[in-house]
């Protein structure tokens, strides 16, 4: 392995721990789950809030501040929401703070690890541009394994889960301060020369001179990209692309996601004991972490409609199981429950993101493809707002069955929705 080869593998790596910082900050909202079903909504909606705030922030800052500095200032973030959340009761107005600055930091690495992945080492992206997918579930699968840990050695979930993630935001914005700043911005918001020396100090002189026609290539089209607006929608197919990458950012949050996984647990201890929540995490960590370990070593990539109807389909026998589990009693209610966390852990992780992640992008302008990129981050982060807070809401107010008929219904309209409306611009980049 070549030296270029070693730093690409570095780059993936410190990619893959920022997308799997992400999902453990939404695995820290299952356990508090676990731990207050009923005190936890407030939390829950914080979280997702702030991380649709940080989506923005980090869009609007983008052109002001170099990519590793929103790095490393993201994970810091991370590393007081991790210290901070344990402090005070999810009921406690004081106990936001926490959530909300994890929160903020994993909308703004959300934004920054995609870029990092492109920009960082521009003529490798494709090596380096799946890191962030698989990162997700297995900082998700992790995190429940830890508290699964916590349940063992009879510690408070809390107290062990969210300082195992401020260790993993501390070690995340360790290794972003140590690459150098990205070299596209670099050159688009300084000069060539620290762009040329970041490539030099990154790939060494000979790779560098390689990486120069990419990052120049790369300039050149920042120079031409410009803010979506109404009248772009004119272009030819640019209406049913913009469609298609909001249907697709909805489906992939609404409601067979994070929502349904961090749900899972609860529902499990409100159905059978906390017992059986404990199990369910269990189930859930070893599902997520070996999808996300399997995702490493194969990547699935390209769009695919019919993987893409197979994942919703999927998600909604995991949902239906969910609330036949609902009406059946003792272990039974469990291995419903078990069931289909797998199901919809399958569903989310290996058929429907990997099928829905930039499949319109070939279909969009050169001059938009960032505009149209932001916006779909910024619509399923407000999605997930609603997919996981209201959920969340039901639990503690109506209880787990009609939570998770609510979900079945939705799923269905999801899936009448996308086979109904998703326009067939699509299928021409299957």
């Not at 989310?348 to 993101?353: A, R």
Request: proline share 5%; hydrophobic share 60%.
């Amino acid at each position: 392995m070549g030296s270029g080869q070693v730093r690409v593998a570095r780059i993936r790596v410190t990619i893959a721990l920022a997308g799997a910082l992400t999902g453990a900050v939404y695995g820290g909202l299952c356990a508090t789950l676990v731990a207050a079903p009923r005190g936890a909504v407030l939390r829950v909606a914080t979280v997702s809030g702030a991380a649709l705030l940080g989506v923005i922030v980090a869009y609007l800052s983008a052109r002001l501040v170099g990519r590793r500095l929103q790095g490393v200032a993201a994970a810091l973030l991370v590393v007081a929401g991790g210290v901070l959340t344990p402090l005070a009761a999810p009921i406690h107005w004081p106990g936001l703070l926490g959530p909300a600055l994890a929160g903020l930091g994993a909308g703004v690495l959300t934004i920054v690890a995609p870029l990092l992945a492109r920009e960082l080492a521009a003529n490798s992206r494709h090596q380096v541009a799946g890191s962030t997918g698989f990162g997700l579930p297995l900082g998700l699968g992790t995190t429940q394994l830890v508290a699964v840990a916590a349940v063992a050695v009879e510690l408070p979930v809390e107290r062990l889960v969210w300082p195992t993630i401020g260790a993993l935001a501390l070690l995340v914005g360790i290794l972003l301060a140590t690459l150098p700043e990205s070299p596209v911005w670099l050159a688009t918001h300084r000069t060539m020369e620290r762009s040329y020396a970041a490539m030099v100090r990154l790939f060494g002189t000979l790779e560098a001179s390689i990486e120069l026609d990419w990052v120049l290539m790369a300039r050149d089209m920042a120079a031409e990209e410009r803010r979506l607006r109404w009248r772009d929608l004119r272009l030819p197919g640019m209406k049913r692309t913009v469609t298609a990458g909001a249907v697709l950012a909805l489906v992939r949050e609404a409601p067979l996601g994070l929502a349904a996984l961090v749900l899972v647990p609860a529902v499990a201890g409100e159905l059978a004991s906390p017992r059986a929540a404990t199990v369910a995490l269990l189930v859930l960590g070893l599902t997520a972490t070996g999808v996300g370990v399997t995702t490493a070593l194969h990547r699935f990539r390209g769009f695919g409609f019919a993987r893409l109807i197979a994942g919703l389909a999927l998600a909604l026998v995991g949902l239906s199981l969910m609330t036949l589990a609902t009406h059946v009693h003792g272990g039974g209610a469990l291995v419903l429950v078990l069931v289909a966390t797998l199901g919809l852990a399958v569903a989310q992780f290996v058929l429907v993101t990997p099928a829905a992640r930039g499949s319109v992008e070939p279909l969009v302008p050169p001059w938009l493809v960032r505009a149209h990129t932001t916006s779909t981050h910024v619509l399923a982060a407000a999605a997930r707002v609603i997919c996981l807070t209201a959920p969340a809401a039901l639990v503690a107010t109506r209880g787990p069955a009609t939570t998770a008929m609510v979900a079945t219904l939705v799923e269905i309209v999801v899936l009448i929705v996308l086979t109904a409306a998703l326009p067939q611009a699509l299928h021409r980049t299957a």
